[in-house]
């Protein structure tokens, strides 16, 4: 089965901004960066569309090899629906979704799925930051406060069975000051000016 990575990347000059209380503007632009390269890599053999809206982050996925599915106006919803159509055009018969603040993301190989709809919450069991599913299932997304509720819904809707997996590494994003400083007491915002 032919599965793709999808990754809506945001502009990271207006990236991570409730960072701000711990962060300046040009570190949380380089941490967003980061993020999202270490995100890219660990799609390993997988190939990765990177959907955005911005010159610099398109310029940023090409260099880091992955294609680049332009979405302006289209918001972080329509950008991931237009990301799934565009892999399934190329072939992918499964779109791995995968956001691109997970600093600890190694491998995406064992949340790709075989049937039905996989979703990795957030360590707070509010968000979605991985959801594998078919292409052609005519999934809708709908991001924001309280997603992983939502897509569980929206799958069942469609009467695709669910799996959910807990996993430490994907389930760690970073959104507030507080999940910078990662298990194992490592600190993304040591060093970076505040």
Not at 25 to 40: F, G, I, N
Not at 57 to 65: D, K, P, Q, T
Not at 72 to 81: N, R, T
Not at 151 to 165: K, M, N, S, T, Y
Request: hydrophobic fraction near 50%.
């Amino acid at each position: 089965m032919r599965a793709a990575v999808v990754v809506p990347v945001k502009a990271f000059h207006a990236a991570k901004l409730r960072l701000a209380p711990a962060l300046s503007p040009e570190a949380r632009a380089v941490l967003a960066r980061e993020m999202a390269t270490s995100v890219v890599a660990a799609a390993g053999r997988l190939p990765v569309t990177v959907v955005c809206d911005d010159p610099a982050v398109r310029a940023w996925a090409l260099e880091v090899g992955a294609t680049v599915h332009f979405t302006p106006g289209l918001g972080l919803d329509g950008a991931v629906q237009a990301g799934v159509a565009s892999v399934a055009e190329a072939g992918a018969e499964r779109a791995v979704v995968v956001h691109a603040d997970l600093p600890l993301a190694t491998g995406l190989d064992h949340v790709v799925g075989r049937t039905g709809v996989l979703l990795v919450p957030d360590r707070r069991a509010d968000g979605t930051n991985v959801i594998a599913l078919p292409t052609a299932s005519g999934f809708r997304f709908r991001y924001g406060p309280g997603s992983f509720a939502r897509h569980q819904a929206e799958a069942r809707r469609l009467g695709l069975p669910v799996e959910v997996r807990a996993d430490a590494a994907l389930g760690w994003d970073v959104d507030v000051p507080d999940d910078l400083r990662l298990p194992g007491g490592a600190d993304l915002a040591a060093g970076r000016p505040a």
